[in-house]
């Protein structure tokens, strides 16, 4: 079975940096997906892990345990534009489909 | 635009008609997943599809609803006698290939979505 558990809210002011945990416990694995939903609109792929260790790219960074089954997604100076659910996903390796946490709602004020 | 089209977007049926989904995938691509997102939750796998084959059906329900993807066209999901339980929004993701060598970090490019709203 699949088990992925993300927050399912958090705010933080613009300018901010905010961290959003992601613990998996699953029957394979294949690398563990963050993606960005805004309201309407198509999940968007933002970074990828498949080793453990920090991956960064511009303000995003990801981060992966394996042996702890844990990744977080860092969003660093935060912008209204960022406000916006994501997810976390993990790849199955049989049939490289992927499986979701429920998503985390991210608000930013100003 | 070369990104995964699905069509209608937003669909609206009566209690026990027939819903059609179509989603066309990125050029290149020959594989195709469905997935299902209710408001306030995640995205569910449905099934997943290559040309001509059903790959893996496991998150389909065993009644109503069945999903094709022809040599020709696009990928369908169907979802026959429709019960407001089914309102939900359907996406479709497509990948080039399920193999490793070839997209062994490539993620899963999504549609649009069709928003199906059965009344």
């Known amino acids: 079975g699949q088990n992925i558990d993300q927050p399912t809210e958090m705010t933080a002011t613009e300018g901010a940096i905010v961290q959003i945990n992601c613990t998996y416990q699953t029957s394979g694995f294949n690398g563990l997906f963050w993606y960005q939903q805004h309201a309407g609109e198509a999940p968007t792929f933002l970074s990828y892990n498949v080793l453990d260790g920090l991956e960064e790219k511009g303000r995003f960074s990801s981060f992966l345990s394996r042996s702890k089954g844990y990744s977080y997604l860092l969003l660093k100076e935060l912008q209204m534009k960022d406000s916006a659910s994501y997810l976390c996903a993990v790849r199955d390796p049989a049939d490289y489909k992927l499986s979701f946490g429920a998503g985390t709602t991210v608000t930013v004020r100003a | ?119």
């Open chain 2, 1 to 119: 635009n070369a990104g995964v089209m699905q069509n209608p977007r937003h669909l609206v049926r009566r209690r026990g008609q027939e819903a059609r989904l179509r989603c066309s995938p990125m050029k290149g691509h020959s594989h195709v997943y469905w997935y299902r997102q209710l408001p306030e939750e995640g995205l569910k796998f449905m099934v997943y599809l290559q040309k001509e084959n059903i790959i893996d059906e496991s998150g389909m329900p065993k009644e109503r609803f069945s999903a094709e993807f022809p040599k020709e066209g696009p990928s369908i999901l169907r979802i026959q006698q429709v019960v407001r339980g089914d309102s939900a929004a359907y996406f479709c993701a497509s990948s080039p290939r399920g193999d490793r060598q070839s997209s062994y970090n490539s993620p899963l490019h999504f549609g649009n979505g069709t928003r199906l709203t059965v009344t």
